[in-house]
């Protein structure tokens, strides 16, 4: 695409008076190798190709992609999107000087993907059904499943900003099936990175056969517990679930332009202990939800949502950026070209306390200690959030007792954040296949240090 | 729609030339609009054409799927070539075949009622018209709202499927869809949401009016729910969300889950599982039901089949690579239109949701699912609810900040009643219904 070609698109996308148009070219290719019952035995590939244009007329959008860059095609695109706009606009032809966008590469690739060999992936899969299966005897069966892929972005918009991008994500996943006196259960374990084929190290894989091992440990003993309102430890990493969901997305700025947010007018109010501070950040070195420059070109960078137990701020795109007269916080993502951007989380987590975790422990007489998660999900208007636990234990009397297993836990943001007594010091970002899907899938990563949440209500028999 | 399906048969010949002794190619194009109106404003216009080409390599008994939208002949060619070279570097799996020939579907079923032609048709202008509709019936009505978003959207989708074998297929379907969420200002920060949507394959069925008011009220509704005390209680769900009850049954009885051992259903073909009153079916040919279709993604030809009688399980759902796997028959990939007897269970009256809450008396309805996930070895869920307390068949208060916990099996067996009340508009056609002894955790 030469600059003429793409000024001559902008033109066309704001001929009908829109006020800001961009456009976003992605070329994505991407690889899965899978292994089961012992073999690797499948492969799969994608190659996706196309550019999204928009158009915005105040807090208006309008939107339409093409899957080919023949003139025509994205020239049909552009008057779709320009439609937002139902004006009859002064023809003006649109040549702005280009800013390039300046960043810090946040991703660089040390070995490209496409130089490792499928030969390697699967060795390096074979190794891992190996190690897992060494375990435990009582594992029966494995699967693996190894992805990359490379996605280049190319973006210009109506301001003249201006950057390329290469993004790449890698993740493995490890799963086994388990069989002990003719009862099954399963158990699975994974790690994701914004890296090339460096991501495949030897620590890697002893990472992941660890953590398959922590999750097994008490998979047969463990039961569903007692449910009722009772105090939560949430332990260091994958807890940031608690995070993303109880009030990440009801920061979101788009939910607050809409005034269907439970933290609509909370900015500036004190929501939780001046201990806590909660930040959303895009500048984390390889992390899944690392971003260099958001979907419409803000520069990557690190958020705060909450300081000091304040609101700070809301997650903004450029449309709820203008419309409260704030900068943009680079938050304005979108899962491919399909997509118009949104805002959206990227790693989210909450900085360190001063308790120790085993203080917190043995602070409680009786609840849960939880630390391995699958999904949440959260109402944006009510605030109420969800996260379903995979495994934990009771807490009796001050120790772990019990294991507990496949229970959700339930609780409101605001009361959920409030309720936050104690934040210990061992904050830990958690490098699983975190996905957020808000009508469209990002990636995205979260954290924590272990903290006591006074009262939650957990799922459970009577 | 004019969809050029020569690229099938050039990638079916590319694969061939590559290396590959069977191949299986698919083409899909999907044609998508929406408008989104915000308080009576047009906030969104989207419109998209996708196209995605699937390619499924069968090479000396290993097996790879790739996919990409990009259609050029030459560049399909190095992608294909490319994708034969990875796949032959695989081990051996001698049960990744092409279908038995005499199980493809053949042609010449009467017209299951897909296709809409208005589709073609209809002007942005209609599209917004419709959507200001549904906003327009609600916005300004009542103090409490803060915001309706309404959607008009309709969808186009064609799909394609030629195979090495000879198999040949196509489907074409349009679908209509009108939707409505509301906000309501509820106590204190607390903000009460209600959805509701209408959908159809027909333009002329799509019920635009009287969407947004159901979705209002339902807001309304929820407004000042309370947390009950944890115990056993009687549960119905609503008929907008009581497949999530079914969904996990569906997956443990899939090829995968069976064969990786993973599956709370393993081995129980012809055991009684279930309750007497569950009989669960599978009406792929019905016509006018979005999920109706001749052929699976194969080219298996559906066929009826009675997935569980009177609680006693019939049938895995079987692919051709399963089927090798476990040395059992191919049944289909997945249910099409899943349905459950029409046996009546309340004698003399209908099984609307206000007959089953009537005749349950004292429960907890929920009409909306917060999170929550089973585990598929197992059978034990756990979900967070919301919805309404009722006493002696009348609604109470409405529910929140709650979970159910239990096990799947124990929970099927204690069913109460089956409705006969499914959305019309659903794939699969589950209705309301109604457990006893459900654990509900609260205060």
């Not at chain 2, 009989?279 to 040919?285: E, F, G, S, V």
Request: charge should be negative.
């Amino acid at each position: 695409m030469t600059k003429e070609s793409l000024d001559r698109l902008i033109s066309i996308a704001l001929s009908k008076g829109g006020d800001y148009a961009d456009l976003f070219f992605e070329y994505s290719i991407s690889n899965v190798l899978a292994l089961r019952d012992n073999e690797v035995n499948a492969i799969a590939s994608n190659i996706d190709y196309g550019v999204g244009i928009r158009v915005l007329k105040g807090d208006q959008t309008g939107y339409a992609y093409s899957e080919s860059t023949i003139w025509d095609d994205m020239e049909k695109a552009a008057l779709s999107a320009a439609r937002i706009a139902d004006e009859i606009a002064p023809c003006t032809s649109f040549n702005h000087k280009i800013e390039t966008v300046r960043f810090t590469n946040r991703y660089p690739v040390i070995s490209d993907w496409s130089d490792y060999s499928v030969d390697n992936k699967k060795l390096y899969l074979q190794e891992i059904n190996d190690s897992v299966f060494s375990l435990d005897s009582r594992i029966t069966k494995v699967m693996a499943r190894l992805s990359d892929s490379e996605t280049k972005v190319l973006f210009y918009n109506s301001l003249g900003d201006y950057y390329c991008d290469c993004r790449p994500i890698a993740s493995i996943v490890a799963t086994c099936i388990l069989s002990q006196n003719g009862v099954t259960d399963t158990a699975s374990a994974s790690m994701s990175f914004r890296m090339g084929s460096e991501f495949l190290t030897e620590s890697l894989k002893k990472e992941i056969i660890k953590a398959l091992s922590d999750n097994i440990s008490h998979i047969f003993e463990a039961r569903q517990p007692k449910g009722g309102e009772m105090a939560v430890v949430m332990g260091a990493g994958g807890s940031g679930i608690l995070l993303h969901e109880a009030i990440g997305h009801a920061f979101e700025a788009d939910f607050i332009r809409k005034w269907t947010s439970i933290f609509s007018d909370k900015l500036g109010q004190q929501i939780c202990s001046k201990y806590i501070n909660v930040v959303d950040d895009a500048t984390i070195t390889a992390n899944r939800g690392a971003l260099n420059v958001d979907d419409e070109g803000v520069v990557g960078q690190k958020t705060y949502m909450v300081k000091d137990g304040v609101l700070h701020s809301f997650l903004h795109d450029r449309i709820s950026a203008k419309y409260f007269g704030v900068s943009p916080t680079g938050n304005g993502r979108r899962e491919s070209f399909r997509f118009n951007p949104i805002p959206r989380m990227r790693a989210t987590y909450m900085e360190n306390g001063n308790c120790s975790e085993d203080d917190i422990i043995k602070s409680i007489k009786k609840g849960i200690f939880v630390d391995n998660f699958t999904n949440g999900q959260v109402q944006i208007g009510a605030g109420d959030f969800t996260f379903f636990v995979k495994s934990g234990f009771l807490i009796e009397n001050g120790r772990l007792t019990a294991p507990i297993k496949d229970i959700n836990i339930i609780g409101n943001g605001p009361e959920a954040l409030a309720d936050i007594v104690a934040v210990a010091d061992n904050c830990k970002i958690d490098n699983g296949t975190w996905t957020c899907g808000k009508d469209q899938y990002c990636y995205v990563s979260c954290g924590m240090p272990s903290v006591l949440v006074k009262s939650l209500t957990v799922g459970g028999g009577n | 729609m004019k969809t050029d399906t020569s690229i099938a048969a050039a990638a079916l010949q590319i694969a061939l030339e590559s290396g590959a002794q069977n191949a299986r190619i698919s083409i899909s194009r999907g044609v998508e609009n929406s408008v989104i109106v915000i308080n009576n404003k047009i906030d969104r216009l989207l419109q998209s054409t996708d196209n995605a080409l699937y390619i499924q390599l069968y090479i000396d008994g290993r097996y790879g799927s790739f996919s990409t939208n990009m259609m050029d002949v030459d560049l399909l060619r190095k992608f294909i070539t490319k994708a034969a070279r990875s796949t032959v570097l695989l081990a051996e799996d001698e049960c990744r075949v092409l279908p038995d020939k005499e199980l493809y579907y053949r042609g010449n079923g009467e017209d299951l009622l897909q296709y809409d032609s208005t589709i073609e048709s209809i002007p942005t202008e209609q599209r917004i018209e419709d959507a200001m509709r549904a906003s327009g019936e609600i916005f300004g009505t009542d103090k409490r709202l803060l915001l309706v978003e309404a959607e008009y959207g309709d969808m186009l989708d064609y799909n394609y499927t030629i195979d090495s074998q000879g198999f040949e297929g196509s489907t074409l379907q349009s679908s209509y869809t009108i939707s409505a969420d509301c906000t309501v200002r509820g106590r204190g920060d607390r903000r009460s949401e209600g959805w509701w949507y209408e959908s159809s394959l027909f333009y002329d069925k799509l019920k635009i009016e009287g969407c947004s008011t159901i979705a209002l009220r339902r807001s309304v509704d929820s407004l000042s729910p309370k947390t009950l005390k944890s115990g056993k209680y009687n549960m119905v769900i609503e008929n907008t969300v009581s497949s999530k009850m079914v969904a996990p049954i569906i997956s443990a009885l899939t090829g995968s889950a069976i064969q990786q051992g993973n599956s709370f259903l393993l081995n129980t073909i012809g055991k009684k599982i279930f309750s007497d009153k569950l009989t669960l079916l599978d009406r792929p040919h019905l016509k006018g039901y979005a999920g109706s279709r001749y052929f699976d993604s194969e080219g298996l030809s559906t066929k009826e089949m009675n997935i569980i009688t009177k609680g006693v399980v019939n049938t895995y759902f079987i692919d051709t690579y399963f089927s090798k796997k476990l040395n059992i028959p191919t049944t289909i990939e997945s249910p099409s239109v899943l349905l459950f007897s029409k046996e009546k269970i309340i004698d003399g009256k209908n099984l609307s949701l206000s007959a089953i809450i009537k005749d349950v008396d004292k429960g907890i309805l929920v009409t909306g699912f917060n999170g929550g996930n089973f585990n598929s070895s197992t059978g034990d869920y756990s979900f967070g609810v919301q919805g309404f307390y009722f006493e002696k068949g009348n609604i109470v208060h409405p529910v929140s900040e709650m979970n159910i916990t239990g096990n799947l099996i124990s929970l099927w067996n204690n069913l109460l009643y089956i409705g006969d009340d499914a959305r019309d508009c659903a794939k699969w056609q589950i209705p309301s219904l109604a457990f006893e002894n459900v654990d509900f955790s609260g205060m």
